[in-house]
């Protein structure tokens, strides 16, 4: 079983914003293969189950806060005793060009709040990664350019680099994940 795991902060107020493009990535996702997410409170997140190229797919979107995301993964990583080795995180990248995107077989923190959680819940740092850039502004404070939203000329990449990360989830599924980095990288 594959555990995919899209990162951001619960309610309207975060939807659209930098630190939310996991969330956005997965959303298209379950979109594209035409399912829903479904509150799941012993979970603590939204979620689906499914079966894609036969492989038993399990999409999260924690409904905790990205500080502690990692509460939910490791209730799911549990309580389906999926192997580290089978976790997609997909996150937004501060040190990354706007829409460009990087896969990673694993790794520390990087400083990503979300990541250290996850890492401190399931004490490992083996998860697989989808990092996704959203550039950096030297003149804001990172704060509130993460919880900022999308510039219009951002925008445009940033919608590019929805439908590249789609297709990495599919090859990620189908694949190893060195074979994914090949080609992504």
């Not at 580290?84 to 040190?95: A, G, N």
């Not at 510039?151 to 189908?174: N, R």
């Amino acid at each position: 079983m594959k555990l995919i795991v899209g990162l951001g902060n619960p309610g309207r107020r975060y939807g659209k914003t930098r630190h939310n493009i996991g969330f956005m990535v997965v959303n298209e996702f379950a979109k594209k293969e035409n399912l829903r997410f479904n509150l799941k409170t012993k979970f603590k997140g939204q979620f689906i189950q499914t079966t894609i190229k036969d492989e038993p797919v399990i999409i999260l979107k924690p409904n905790t806060f990205m500080n502690v995301s990692g509460e939910a993964v490791l209730a799911v990583k549990q309580y389906y005793q999926i192997e580290v080795e089978d976790i997609l995180v997909i996150y937004d990248d501060l040190d990354l060009v706007c829409g460009k995107i990087r896969v990673k077989q694993q790794g520390g923190s990087g400083g990503h709040k979300g990541l250290k959680s996850i890492i401190n819940c399931i004490n490992s740092e083996d998860f697989h990664r989808l990092k996704i850039g959203i550039g950096r502004d030297e003149l804001i404070p990172v704060k509130d350019y993460v919880l900022g939203k999308f510039t219009t000329s951002q925008k445009k990449e940033i919608s590019i680099s929805i439908e590249e990360s789609i297709e990495v989830i599919y090859d990620w599924l189908a694949h190893d994940v060195v074979y994914v980095m090949n080609k992504y990288n």
